[in-house]
């Protein structure tokens, strides 16, 4: 089965509904690769997409390479025509029958087109809704034979870290045997800062840093001191109102370099009150249109065909 990926406009509507992790129209899929790696690893994203009506969905995607500020455009999908029921599998997304995007990371935006499905603004309105899953692996990991990786299942847009709320990130581990890496997708159309608390099994804050996101970013980079087995608390001290993040960690074997995701718990209940008060909440805008250049790629489709 055949996808072409043409020029397209990548509108950024986040799903209201209900504050539960459940099926919804807009997700983040928080990091995807084509990429070598540490101990001769080669990472690769595979994305797949379920629809759970009785008409067709249309679903687009809209790719953030990492560590750049890209609010003057960024590759982006045409609708994705999702047949009733369908579970559509787009195998190695960031590869040449992709987004051609070898040699980079970054995130992944998956939502369904809202002028297309005619999705209602209608709170609680179910009809655009979808499942969204990714899988990062390595091929031949330390030369051998196999694959090993970890899962990011598709974030809710609508459940991303704002001002007066801290993500916590849990059972972090950096030593010998482990390294600890926090990454961050952004949604907002400007720089976003946030603070990460790195906090002790007892408690105590062992060190805080400040991580600086680009527009419709994503960054990712390995903590500054040894953890063993504490939590890290994420929350925003400067960018707009509206700002939206989407933070994680992953915890992988120094030796093998296998990883587990760490997927973020948010919450108001804080470490620190005047931390989670930096900027009252706001009802959050809707964010900007995504400009996007001139961008072609070549087809995406089902592996093996």
């Not at 709170?123 to 091929?139: E, I």
């Not at 390995?222 to 960690?249: C, E, F, H, M």
């Amino acid at each position: 089965m055949v996808r072409k990926l043409v020029v397209a406009a990548a509108i950024l509507a986040l799903a209201g509904g209900a504050l539960a992790r459940e099926m919804t129209s807009v997700y983040v899929v928080t990091a995807v690769a084509n990429k070598q790696g540490w101990l001769g690893t080669d990472w690769h994203t595979d994305l797949t997409l379920y629809n759970p009506h009785t008409k067709v969905l249309y679903v687009k995607l809209a790719f953030l390479p990492t560590g750049q500020d890209n609010s003057a455009g960024v590759p982006t999908a045409p609708p994705i025509d999702l047949q009733p029921w369908e579970t559509l599998n787009l195998w190695d997304v960031l590869g040449p029958s992709g987004f051609n995007a070898r040699g980079q990371t970054g995130a992944l935006l998956v939502y369904a087109d809202v002028d297309l499905n005619s999705c209602p603004s209608t709170k609680g309105d179910t009809s655009c809704d979808f499942a969204v899953f990714a899988r990062n692996y390595t091929l031949n990991p330390l030369g051998g034979g196999g694959e090993f990786g970890q899962d990011f299942p598709g974030f809710p847009a609508n459940l991303g870290l704002e001002y007066g709320f801290f993500a916590y990130l849990p059972q972090l581990t950096d030593d010998q045997e482990f390294i600890t890496s926090i990454g961050v997708a952004s949604w907002t159309g400007a720089w976003v800062t946030a603070r990460v608390d790195l906090q002790e099994t007892d408690g105590t804050i062992g060190r805080h840093y400040e991580v600086l996101i680009p527009p419709f970013g994503h960054v990712q980079g390995r903590i500054p001191v040894g953890l063993k087995g504490g939590t890290a608390a994420v929350y925003i001290v400067d960018g707009p109102n509206d700002s939206a993040v989407y933070p994680y960690a992953t915890v992988r074997s120094a030796i093998t370099g296998d990883p587990t995701t760490i997927e973020a718990q948010i919450s108001t209940v804080g470490l620190s009150a005047q931390a989670a008060s930096l900027r009252p909440t706001v009802l959050r805008a809707r964010p900007p249109a995504v400009p996007v250049p001139g961008f072609s790629v070549q087809r995406l489709k089902q592996r093996g065909e």
